[in-house]
C-alpha cells in the first residue's frame, strides 16, 4: 500500500480510476486458458485493478483493465504525473530524456554485432520522445518510425525530424512485410494486447528482419518485493518472466538469437528473428 506522502500526492494527480471504462479479462493471452487464481485486488497506487495468474502458464495479468479510448486518454494526460507523483520526483517529456540516452547506448552494444549493416526501415514502437532511435540513427543508417500514444513525448520525437505516428499498435495498420527493424524498448509491458501485437509485428517484419524488446522480468521483482501489490499497476495489463517471454515469441512465429539482463537488473532483453519454418 502507498504510503502516507505517496499517498497524497497521487491523490493530488486527481485521476479517478473508478469511474474509467473497463473491461474484464478472462481468457490468457499467452495460452488461452480460462484457468486462472486471484493475485491481489489493488495496484501499486492503490487503485482497484484486480489481478490474477493463470493457472496453466503462470502469467500473471490484470483482469480489469481500462478500454483503449481511456488508455488513451491515461498516457496523454495521467501516466507520467502519476509516475511522478509515485516516485515524488518529476518524471515528464523532458526528464526522461536523458534515461533514454543511457537506455541507447546500451541498446546500441546489445544489437551492434547482428546490425553491423544498417537499421533499415525500422519501425519504434513506444518511442516515446524519439532519443532512442535518434541515438540509434548517430551510430547506425536507417529510416524511422515512432509510433507512440503520448502526445507530448510524440511532439519531442518530431522536432528530432521523426517520421511520428501517435497511436496505439494494437489498432494501427501496418503493411505486411514493410520493416527491416522492430523495437519495442520498456513497452511490452504497456501493451493492451501481447499476443495480438507480436503477430502484427511479424506480419510487418520482412523475412530476414530483426525484433529487439525488453520486459520487466517479473520473478526479479517478486524476488525484492514483499507484496505483490508493489509491483502492479494500471499500466502494466502484463507481468512477464523470461519463460512467459520465450513463450510468446515461440508461439507467434520468432526464434531469440539471443537475450541478456540490463544494467539495472531487472529488465531483459532478447533479439529476435522469425523462426525458420515461418520466414
Ligand atoms: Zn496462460
Redesign the pocket.
Known amino acids: 500500500m502507498p504510503h502516507n506522502g505517496r499517498n497524497s500526492r497521487i491523490s493530488r494527480v486527481d485521476f479517478d480510476y473508478d469511474v474509467q471504462p473497463t473491461t474484464d479479462v478472462i481468457v490468457?493471452n499467452?495460452?488461452g486458458?480460462g484457468d486462472s487464481a486471484h493475485v491481489a485486488s489493488l495496484d501499486r497506487y492503490g487503485y482497484a485493478a484486480p489481478s490474477r495468474k493463470?493457472g496453466?502458464?503462470g502469467?500473471i495479468f490484470l483482469s480489469r483493465v481500462m478500454t483503449l479510448p481511456a488508455y488513451q486518454k491515461f498516457y496523454d494526460c495521467v501516466y507520467r504525473p502519476l509516475v511522478s507523483a509515485y516516485h515524488g520526483r518529476t518524471i515528464d517529456a523532458q526528464t526522461i530524456q536523458r534515461e533514454q540516452a543511457d537506455y541507447a547506448q546500451q541498446l546500441r552494444s546489445f544489437v551492434w554485432p547482428e546490425l553491423d549493416k544498417d537499421l533499415g526501415r525500422f519501425l519504434d514502437i513506444g518511442g516515446s520522445t524519439g532519443v532512442v532511435a535518434a541515438t540509434l540513427l548517430k551510430h547506425f543508417s536507417g529510416q524511422a518510425t515512432l509510433l507512440d500514444p503520448a502526445g507530448a513525448e510524440v511532439a519531442v520525437a518530431r522536432s528530432y525530424g521523426l517520421a511520428v505516428r501517435q497511436e496505439f499498435l494494437e489498432t494501427a495498420a501496418l503493411e505486411k512485410e514493410t520493416y527491416d527493424t522492430v523495437l519495442l524498448c520498456q513497452t511490452i509491458d504497456h501493451l493492451l494486447d501481447i499476443r495480438l501485437s507480436l503477430e502484427k509485428i511479424h506480419h510487418t517484419l520482412r523475412s530476414d528482419g530483426l525484433l529487439y524488446l525488453d520486459i520487466v522480468d517479473t520473478d526479479v521483482l517478486l524476488h525484492a518485493a514483499p507484496d505483490i501489490e508493489d509491483i502492479l499497476k494500471i499500466d502494466h495489463p502484463f507481468y512477464l518472466t523470461d519463460s512467459t517471454m520465450r513463450r510468446y515469441l515461440e508461439a507467434t512465429g520468432f526464434q531469440v538469437i539471443k537475450s541478456n539482463t540490463l544494467d539495472d537488473g531487472f529488465h531483459v532483453a532478447y533479439l529476435a528473428g522469425k523462426a525458420a519454418n515461418e520466414q
Open positions: 490468457c499467452l495460452c486458458s493463470c496453466d502458464c502469467l
